[in-house]
Every structure is written in C-alpha cells, then in structure tokens.
Nanobody, 125 residues
Framework: QVQLVESGGGLVQAGGSLRLSCAAS????????MGWFRQAPGTEREFVAA????????YYADSVKGRFTISRDNAKNTVYLQMNSLKPEDTAVYYC??????????????????WGQGTQVTVSS
C-alpha cells in the first residue's frame, strides 16, 4: 500500500530555512497529486502546497507563495518542500499527502487519500 514518510523538520530561527522531504512508496506516482498540509495547535489542518507528479506543475496557498517551493525527484520518489524566510506563524506539524483522484489541486484534507505521520517545524522569534 501507499506509504508516505516525512523528514526534515526541526527548530529554526525566524528568517531561516528548512527543507522537508516526503519519501513515497507502494505505487507508481505518475498520476498522483502530492500535497503538503500543516496543522498548528488548536487549529485545523490547512493546505500549503501541491504538485502534479507527471508535469511538475505546482499550486500554493497565498500564505506561503514566494517563500515555499514544492518539487519532486522522480528517481527518488520523493517530494520536497523548501521553506525560506520562515516566520513564527509557520510553526506547525507538516504533513505530506497524496491523491490520485484526477489532476486537481485539491486544498481540502478529505480529498487526499494517503497521509504521512507528520514532522514538526518550529520557528522561533
């Protein structure tokens, strides 16, 4: 079955950078949309970014546009989230997600079939 394993979280100062990785296995992902979501304490899980595996086309939440970059490495079956100019409000658990319900950049959690376990990102001020 599909497995998604995130890594790369940690503690960073405001203005710093982190790169998250999501290693995907268990299927051929060429028809998938891969996404990143995040959830801060006491809030709902929110969409961050998504990428269409086949074309590399991307879509971002307004809150991260221009600061975060999602990409994928076909050879490694891995999706990345490069996060620059981090702010304290970016502090959250970040989740990798995937769906193969068409080439659509869904932004709701219910649209994604597969989820990783999450990785903590903490940005200090």
């Amino acid at each position: 079955q599909v497995q998604l394993v995130e890594s790369g979280g940690g503690l960073v100062q405001a203005g710093g950078s982190l790169r998250l990785s999501c290693a995907a296995s268990g299927d051929t992902f060429s028809t998938y949309i891969m996404g990143w979501f995040r959830q801060a304490p006491g809030t709902e899980r929110e969409f961050v970014a998504a990428i269409r595996w086949s074309s590399g086309r991307t879509y971002y939440a307004d809150s991260v546009k221009g600061r975060f970059t999602i990409s994928r490495d076909n050879a490694k079956n891995t999706v990345y989230l490069q996060m620059n100019s981090l702010k304290p409000e970016d502090t959250a658990v970040y989740y990798c997600a995937a769906h193969n319900s068409g080439p659509y950049f869904y932004t709701t959690t219910t649209s994604y079939q597969y989820w990783g376990q999450g990785t903590q990102v903490t940005v200090s001020s």
